[in-house]
């Protein structure tokens, strides 16, 4: 079982950044994709950016394209996901996920790891 340990987020308010941390001390692999998704009651999860090791590739859900930013660190075991320009509409419970498998990153629910959830709110 692949665990992931989620830090940052909070209360914001519009127009200022974010930093969320996602941690996965358990993956040895060298080659994985991560991912930052978010959900608001009553919504599907919807994915927002994903990153894969193997190949440097990054997407983004349209609506955070020029504002966020995804990033690993692999010593550290870590992926960032670095928020800026936050807008109301960016409130939403995040989550972080993983895969070791070899595909090029996706914004689908597929992913076999997933991280309990970090509360982000972005209100004047």
């Known amino acids: 079982q692949l665990h992931l340990v989620e830090s940052g987020g909070g209360l914001v308010q519009p127009g200022e950044s974010l930093r969320l941390s996602c941690e996965a001390p358990?993956?040895?692999?060298?080659?994985?994709?991560m991912a930052w998704f978010r959900q608001v009651p009553g919504k599907e999860r919807e994915g927002v950016s994903c990153?894969?090791?193997?190949?440097?590739?990054?997407k983004y859900l349209d609506s955070v394209k020029g504002r966020f930013t995804i990033s690993s660190n692999w010593k550290k075991k870590a992926v960032y996901l670095i928020m800026n320009n936050l807008k109301p509409e960016d409130t939403a419970v995040y989550y972080c996920?993983?895969?070791?498998?070899?595909?090029?990153?996706?914004?689908?629910?597929?992913?076999?790891?997933w991280g309990q959830g970090l509360q982000v709110t972005v209100s004047s």
């Open positions: 990153f894969s090791s193997w190949g440097g590739t990054t």
């Open positions: 358990e993956i040895t692999s060298r080659t994985y994709n």
């Open positions: 996920a993983a895969e070791l498998r070899f595909r090029q990153c996706e914004l689908d629910l597929s992913y076999e790891a």
